[in-house]
């Protein structure tokens, strides 16, 4: 006999309640509120194949309620992952196990981004569905037809960050993104009632969502709503009514089963409520063979898919793309042409010079400004707007949202296949910062084209005048800060941050500044981060 949805569900519930035991610390409350969600989207809605976490047209799944990262980690194991393996569980948030607190992309395959400040997995994922539209643009859908799917909490949905992601998808129409709120009305504090009265369904629905409400712990139901959210042309937010910690007899339904273990005592009153008749971390045969057999349940599309890409004759060009390699020929008939000619230019304007040359040799980049384009001078000639009705533009107007747009460049480049760079004032970078810290942390390819970087901005005044922004971003880790005196530097910086893996951030003048390289070098002279002039 086949084992029901709910019988999968509570493999979900089991290893979440017996990995936070043994930690003795973590979140079992929502992997075990939205077990049944989980098992609906992934047996039969998600399209991966567990044996190549990297198949570039996978749909995308964002945790971005982070704190239940043991959802994806019961999830990854089930399905036939090669990590976690049961051991990895059993290690869940101990020093050097891939199992961290909160899921990491640089741990595990199969973790898309980095999850856990909330309200930033929307985010990201916003720009994942971007990113699919926009390479579905130049690559069809032989090669790129995905979706990006996320499973976000109350915290996430009340987050400013949310605000902007929500307004940004909507004026998108980015139809492919769905996501799933674990609606349990709880969060640290208690009851929703605290904090919370707006209606975000309405909320959703005004920005121009689709939105769909169901029982969230009937696996049947929430399959027959992502199933009307996948036909829907809107992104769709489909509201789960769950119970947090469901299935611990006493404390299901509080914040008590939000951040800590739930104790031998229940954990026991559990395993009798759920009808596991299990030792801790034990999942028997029939559940898992029938989870690892979902997992496998892709590996005929990707069989197909990359047939498509052999017969495709983009192959070498896309898997480029999708690797992130950017040329940089262009590089020194450009600095030959600004030496044969050197003039005073805000490195701002030399920026933009360069973007010239780069974006035509670059096809990857995406580039953007959070409404300041004519100040951050990040659109180029060539560049047509990426809107709802042309995904292979590849300028974005972001809108008065720094923290949105640093978050889908985020999602941009982490999807894969975009190189994404975007603008506002250096002193705004206080609006996107903590996204910043998550592309630093995450180790994202993208570029920061941070303008007006000092007193010399005018006459703004102390509102607009970056002060200990410069310091501060360079106090952070894994992060490239570049600030250019002139036009040689400024294309110098432009192609390190190019051929980084990670991120850089240019922090640009304003006003005008002397050339100080006006010979050729011969090799780029700020790769040394200083040298004698
Ligand atoms: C930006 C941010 N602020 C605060 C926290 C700490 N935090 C983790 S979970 C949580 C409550 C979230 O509530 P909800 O999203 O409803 O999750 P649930 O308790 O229902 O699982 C808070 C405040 C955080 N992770 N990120
Ligand atoms: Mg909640």
């Given at each position: 006999m086949q084992p029901t949805d709910?019988?999968?569900?509570?493999?979900?519930?089991?290893?979440?309640?017996?990995?936070?035991?043994?930690?003795?610390?973590?979140?079992?409350?929502?992997?075990?509120?939205?077990?049944?969600?989980?098992?609906?989207?992934?047996?039969?809605?998600?399209?991966?194949?567990?044996?190549?976490?990297?198949?570039?047209?996978?749909?995308?799944?964002?945790?971005?309620?982070?704190?239940?990262?043991?959802?994806?980690?019961?999830?990854?194991?089930?399905?036939?992952?090669?990590?976690?393996t049961i051991e990895d569980i059993k290690h869940f948030r101990q020093l050097g196990s891939p199992t961290a607190g909160h899921p990491e992309n640089f741990e595990l395959p199969g973790i898309e981004v980095t999850t856990g400040p909330l309200g930033q997995g929307v985010g990201m994922a916003v720009g994942m569905a971007i990113a699919e539209r926009h390479l579905n643009a130049s690559y069809g859908d032989e090669l790129v037809d995905h979706r990006t799917f996320v499973i976000a909490g109350d915290g996430d949905l009340m987050e400013g960050v949310n605000h902007e992601a929500v307004g940004l998808a909507g004026h998108l129409k980015l139809g492919r993104l769905i996501v799933l709120w674990d609606d349990n009305e709880i969060t640290i504090d208690g009851s929703t009632d605290l904090s919370r009265s707006e209606d975000v369904i309405a909320r959703h629905e005004a920005a121009g969502w689709h939105t769909i409400s169901c029982n969230g712990l009937d696996a049947g139901q929430v399959s027959r709503a992502i199933e009307k959210a996948i036909a829907d042309p809107r992104p769709s937010l489909i509201r789960c009514k769950t119970i947090i910690g469901f299935g611990a007899p006493n404390k299901q339904g509080t914040a008590a089963t939000h951040g800590a273990a739930l104790g031998a005592d229940e954990v026991a009153a559990a395993r009798v409520e759920l009808g596991w008749d299990l030792a801790p971390f034990e999942v028997p045969d029939d559940v898992l063979g029938e989870w690892?057999?979902?997992?496998?349940?892709?590996?005929?599309?990707?069989?197909?898919?990359?047939?498509?890409?052999?017969?495709?004759?983009?192959?070498?060009?896309?898997?480029?793309?999708?690797?992130?390699?950017?040329?940089?020929?262009?590089?020194?008939?450009?600095?030959?042409?600004?030496?044969?000619?050197?003039?005073?230019?805000?490195?701002?304007?030399?920026?933009?010079?360069?973007?010239?040359?780069i974006n035509p040799a670059v096809p990857a980049t995406v580039g953007g400004s959070a409404d300041l384009t004519g100040s951050n001078n990040t659109k180029t000639k060539g560049l047509e707007p990426l809107t709802a009705d042309n995904y292979g533009g590849r300028y974005i107007y972001y809108g008065i949202r720094e923290f949105g747009m640093a978050a889908a460049m985020n999602g941009l480049a982490l999807h894969g296949g975009a190189i994404p760079y975007g603008g506002t004032f250096l002193v705004f970078t206080d609006y996107a910062r903590p996204a910043i810290r998550l592309s630093a942390l995450q180790k994202a390819k993208l570029i920061y084209v941070m303008t007006h970087d000092s007193v010399g901005l005018g006459e703004d005044g102390p509102t607009h005048q970056p002060i200990e922004h410069l310091q501060s971003l360079r106090a952070m880790p894994q992060i490239d800060v570049y600030r250019p005196a002139d036009a040689v530097e400024t294309a110098e910086c432009w192609a390190l941050a190019l051929q980084s893996d990670g991120p850089s951030i240019l922090a640009l003048t304003r006003q005008n500044v002397t050339p100080v390289r006006t010979e050729a070098a011969s090799q780029n002279l700020c790769a040394r981060g200083a040298y004698r002039l």
């Open positions: 709910r019988r999968l569900a509570n493999a979900i519930r089991a290893l979440a309640m017996d990995a936070v035991e043994a930690a003795n610390s973590g979140h079992p409350g929502m992997p075990m509120g939205m077990a049944d969600a989980a098992t609906a989207l992934f047996t039969r809605h998600v399209k991966f194949d567990a044996s190549d976490p990297h198949w570039p047209d996978r749909d995308r799944f964002v945790l971005s309620a982070g704190h239940g990262s043991m959802l994806i980690y019961a999830l990854l194991y089930l399905l036939g992952y090669q990590r976690p690892r057999a979902f997992g496998q349940r892709g590996a005929t599309e990707r069989t197909s898919w990359l047939e498509r890409l052999e017969a495709s004759g983009k192959k070498d060009e896309f898997l480029a793309r999708i690797a992130g390699k950017a040329d940089d020929s262009w590089l020194k008939p450009y600095l030959d042409q600004l030496l044969a000619d050197p003039k005073p230019l805000a490195t701002r304007k030399a920026s933009e010079m360069a973007l010239e040359v």
